[in-house]
């Protein structure tokens, strides 16, 4: 069978009109929440959003791993680990509810203050660095700079494989995926820990981990395998239902 030949069964559409629907009623629910109890809603909604985000990060990082190893464990799973990175669009475009919950997420909670209202000087002040840092303008300015190196990575790598696509034999591509892979593994690492430092550790500023950047990078990489096991066997099911 022909890829262009090929129809999904009518299973898929079916998850698909259920899918939709069940985003439809969550979405509903999302803005009632919004409007009748903001911070906790905010504050779930990052939780979601960091989650989201280990998806597709991690398998951008499975798919730039895959090429540095260069062995044939990731060959089978490179065109899902693509399309997942490829959400990052997607995923750029969730990040505007959390620019909009800054205030309900970084102003405390009630027990001590959080660093968009923290005092100067005196108890419950932070540190001259963190005044410094933790900035409105700061993190806005940084997002954006994560993003950009993101954005950046997907796009190269998407865009190389598209052109192996054309000639599989192009052994200078190979060299150029490989010697890339590298510095965008060290770039992604980087720039994911200092986005956990600024989105989800800066809730509670008085309370700092050095690991706790990494530890994100970790879970995203276990949670984008686990969807690219989820994604082949539900490959096998749906091929075997079509006899292929």
């Given at each position: ?7 999904a069964p009518?299973?898929?559409?079916r998850?698909?009109s259920g899918?939709l629907f069940?985003?439809?009623v969550?979405l509903?629910?999302?803005i ?5 109890a903001?911070?906790k809603?905010?504050h779930?909604?990052l939780?979601?959003y ?11 990082g499975?798919l730039?791993?895959q090429?540095?190893t260069?062995?044939t464990?990731g060959?089978?799973?490179r065109r899902?680990?693509?399309?997942a990175?490829?959400n990052?669009?997607l995923?750029?475009l969730?990040?505007i509810?959390?620019?909009f ?5 970084y102003?405390?909670n009630g027990v001590?203050k ?9 108890e419950g ?6 005044q410094?840092y ?9 997002a ?7 954005l950046g ?5 998407n ?6 696509d054309?000639n599989?034999e192009d052994r200078?591509l190979?060299r ?6 590298g510095p965008g593994?060290?770039l992604y690492v980087?720039a994911?820990?200092?986005a956990?430092f600024?989105?989800v ?5 008085h ?9 994100f990078?970790?879970g995203q990489?276990i949670?984008s395998?686990s969807?690219m096991?989820?994604?082949?066997k539900?490959?096998?099911?749906n ?6």
């Amino acid at each position: 069978m022909n890829a262009p030949d090929y129809q999904a069964p009518a299973s898929v559409n079916r998850v698909q009109s259920g899918g939709l629907f069940v985003g439809g009623v969550a979405l509903l629910l999302a803005i009632f929440g919004a409007v009748t109890a903001s911070e906790k809603f905010f504050h779930a909604y990052l939780f979601s959003y960091m989650w989201v985000l280990g998806l597709t990060l991690g398998s951008l990082g499975l798919l730039m791993l895959q090429h540095l190893t260069g062995g044939t464990w990731g060959i089978i799973i490179r065109r899902p680990l693509e399309a997942a990175s490829r959400n990052i669009w997607l995923v750029l475009l969730m990040f505007i509810p959390v620019i909009f919950g800054m205030k309900y997420l970084y102003s405390g909670n009630g027990v001590e203050k959080g660093w968009l209202n923290s005092p100067k000087n005196g108890e419950g002040a932070l540190s001259p660095f963190q005044q410094s840092y933790l900035t409105s303008s700061g993190y806005l300015i940084r997002a954006a700079i994560y993003f950009l190196i993101w954005l950046g990575l997907v796009w190269i790598f998407n865009r190389w494989s598209k052109e192996q696509d054309v000639n599989r034999e192009d052994r200078a591509l190979r060299r150029r995926f490989k010697m890339f892979a590298g510095p965008g593994i060290i770039l992604y690492v980087v720039a994911m820990s200092f986005a956990a430092f600024d989105w989800v550790m800066s809730v509670s500023p008085h309370w700092a981990s050095t690991i706790y950047g990494f530890i994100f990078v970790a879970g995203q990489a276990i949670s984008s395998m686990s969807l690219m096991i989820a994604d082949r066997k539900s490959t096998r099911l749906n091929s075997s239902h079509l006899g292929i």
